[in-house]
Nanobody, 121 residues
Framework: QVHLVESGGGSVQAGGSLRLSCAASGLSNYAAAWFRQAPGKEREFVAATRRTDYADSVKGRFTISRDNAKNTVYLQMNSLKPEDTAVYYC????????????????????WGQGTQVTVSS
């Protein structure tokens, strides 16, 4: 059984930093992605370990990384902006469907519970 657990969210002022963690059980050396969802908006792609890909809105500010020994994927978020406020979700795809469409949340079959990030101005 695959489980993903996010942590590290919180409230920060604009310009601040947070590091999110996504700890996995039930699989190893997995490809992961981060998505986020703000109130009233659709879930949107943020970053992925596969091809180290980023949404344009976070390029240069966010960094995705992994520690295989800890089976954990991280999202370092710097220079945070109020528009980064959202619930952040970690996801993985064990079917391979996300390989050609990594930006589509429907291609991922396992999700964490989400962690809230709030950035105040």
């Amino acid at each position: 059984q695959v489980h993903l657990v996010e942590s590290g969210g919180g409230s920060v002022q604009a310009g601040g930093s947070l590091r999110l963690s996504c700890a996995a059980s039930g699989l190893s050396n997995y490809a992961a992605a981060w998505f986020r969802q703000a109130p009233g908006k659709e879930r949107e792609f943020v970053a992925a370990t596969r091809r180290t890909d980023y949404a344009d809105s976070v390029k240069g500010r966010f960094t995705i990384s992994r520690d295989n020994a800890k089976n954990t994927v991280y999202l370092q978020m710097n220079s945070l902006k109020p528009e980064d406020t959202a619930v952040y979700y970690c996801a993985t795809d064990t079917s391979g469907r996300s390989w050609y469409d990594p930006y589509n949340p429907a291609k991922y079959n396992y999700w964490g519970q989400g962690t809230q990030v709030t950035v105040s101005s």
